[in-house]
């Protein structure tokens, strides 16, 4: 069964630089976009952008743009979501999650547990 | 972009059917038939519910469909359980420099 297993939660201070993960399995990881999504607590789901892992191509939302980077390491089937400067408004959970895109397909059909990230300013 | 709207809550006894609302505009939901539906329970990751305005995934109960009209697609859970109680989001495909918007999401509550 395809699985999305995510690095644990966080607490760090404002400034701090953080780089979450997510692994993952029964599947050909370089060959499906992933996705990240933000979700402050008691929030909607905000999209912030998705990662190929096969070439590395990404996209970011430009609400996110420069404030944090996605990588992906297809040895290891693993992705990536890292900050350099955490802010309080950082404090959310993230989610990763295998997204179905072209092929007139364009959802996340698998989604990891979250990873809570808290920071404190 | 802003999200997709939502009702803020839907509530139902069970065996009844719900229907869940989501509005947006000709640049998403109107323009393209990439709607999705995200089931999320309490202190759980999103689940996967209902694609491509009105597929639905494997093991998914068919209870639960999907439809599309103009700018608003709907998402209408029948015979209402216990279970279905939980946060549900919309989601589409849009043609703006996000390309993928989420709605509001709506709280439903099992009588």
């Known amino acids: 069964e395809v699985q999305l297993v995510q690095s644990g939660a966080e607490v760090k201070e404002a400034g701090e630089s953080l780089k979450i993960s997510c692994q993952g399995s029964?599947?050909?990881?370089?060959?499906?976009?992933i996705g990240w999504v933000r979700q402050i607590p008691g929030r909607g789901l905000e999209w912030m952008g998705i990662?190929?892992?096969?070439?590395?191509?990404?996209r970011y939302s430009p609400s996110f743009q420069g404030h944090v980077t996605f990588s992906a390491d297809k040895s290891i089937s693993t992705a990536f979501l890292q900050w350099s400067g955490l802010k309080a408004s950082d404090t959310a959970m993230y989610y990763c999650?295998?997204?179905?895109?072209?092929?007139?397909?364009?959802?996340?059909?698998?989604w990891g547990q979250g990873t809570l990230v808290t920071v404190s300013s | 972009q802003s999200a997709l709207t939502q009702p803020a809550s839907v509530s139902g006894s069970p065996g009844q059917s719900i229907t869940i609302s989501c509005t947006g505009t000709?640049?998403?939901?109107?323009?393209?038939?990439?709607v999705s539906w995200y089931q999320q329970h309490p202190g759980r990751a999103p689940k996967l519910v209902m694609y491509?305005?009105?597929h639905r995934p494997s093991g998914v109960s068919g209870r639960f469909s999907g439809s599309k009209s103009g700018n608003t697609a709907s998402l209408t859970i029948s015979g209402l359980q216990a279970d279905d109680e939980a946060d549900y989001f919309c989601?589409?495909?849009?043609?703006?420099?996000?390309?993928?918007?989420f709605g509001t999401g709506t709280k439903v509550t099992v009588l």
């Open positions: 999650a295998r997204l179905r895109r072209g092929s007139a397909n364009y959802h996340f059909d698998f």
């Open positions: 029964a599947y050909d990881f370089a060959t499906y976009w």
């Open positions: 990662i190929f892992p096969g070439d590395a191509d990404t």
């Open positions: 000709a640049s998403d939901i109107g323009g393209y038939n990439y």
């Open positions: 491509n305005v009105n």
């Open positions: 989601s589409s495909y849009t043609s703006t420099n996000t390309p993928y918007v």
